[in-house]
T-cell receptor, first 114, second 113 residues
Framework: DQQVKQNSPSLSVQEGRISILNCDYT??????FLWYKKYPAEGPTFLIS?????DKNEDGRFTVFLNKSAKHLSLHIVPSQPGDSAVYFC?????????????FGKGTLLTVNP | GEEVAQTPKHLVRGEGQKAKLYCAPI?????VFWYQQVLKNEFKFLIS????????ETGMPKERFSAKCLPNSPCSLEIQATKLEDSAVYFC???????????FGDGTRLSIL
């Protein structure tokens, strides 16, 4: 039973345009959400997080939106750059239940074309 | 240090041998987590520590897997009597506190032959 789903295995975007990566979850206990970027042969790199008490968090070119009623979050990257090309993972945890482990989606491969 | 340091980068063992992986968390971080990436994009949680105490071991196959985080030493994950199915990349992560992001090392690729 996959509790965090990233339904798009891949996404291709032109440099300078917006990239939108989507993530859905099923576990209503999740209250803390994170996005990671991963290059081959490296560990996931933390990008941005959001707590369930918020619906938006911004950090530079990265914005995460959370829609709790739909159990959906998205990561917006604008403007997209070729160096953003990587696999992006959505992850969630249930801090309120003292459950700090991360549950990951299967990732979306983003390709930003020059 | 400022990064999670995992050693070795690659470890090769014959089936039935022991494997031991190490992780130095970021200085000042209280929580350490181990994850197993078997298929390319699937992460499985194994165990977490709060300082040197086991916090959550619900993901550990207890028969052959063990882990420790002792004071003033790197954390370790040990697999006894390895099986082919243990071949995976093992990631360690640390966080400053609950509710803080987990920061990952670059992983140890374990190959069981």
């Amino acid at each position: 039973d996959q509790q965090v789903k990233q339904n798009s295995p891949s996404l291709s975007v032109q440099e300078g345009r917006i990239s939108i990566l989507n993530c859905d979850y099923t576990n209503s206990m999740f209250d803390y959400f994170l996005w990671y970027k991963k290059y081959p042969a490296e560990g996931p790199t933390f990008l941005i997080s959001i707590s369930s008490i918020k619906d938006k968090n911004e950090d530079g070119r990265f914005t995460v939106f959370l829609n709790k009623s739909a159990k959906h979050l998205s990561l917006h990257i604008v403007p997209s750059q070729p160096g953003d090309s990587a696999v992006y993972f959505c992850a969630a945890s249930a801090l309120g239940g003292s459950n700090y482990k991360l549950t990951f989606g299967k990732g979306t491969l983003l390709t930003v074309n020059p | 240090g400022e990064e999670v340091a995992q050693t070795p980068k690659h470890l090769v063992r014959g089936e039935g041998q022991k494997a031991k992986l190490y992780c130095a968390p970021i200085k000042g971080h209280s929580y350490v987590f181990w994850y197993q990436q078997v298929l390319k994009n699937e992460f499985k949680f194994l165990i977490s520590f709060q300082n040197e105490n086991v916090f959550d071991e619900t993901g550990m196959p207890k028969e052959r897997f063990s882990a420790k985080c002792l004071p003033n030493s790197p954390c370790s994950l040990e697999i006894q009597a390895t099986k082919l199915e243990d071949s995976a990349v093992y990631f360690c992560a640390s966080s400053r506190d609950r509710g803080q992001p987990q920061h990952f090392g670059d992983g140890t690729r374990l190959s069981i032959l």
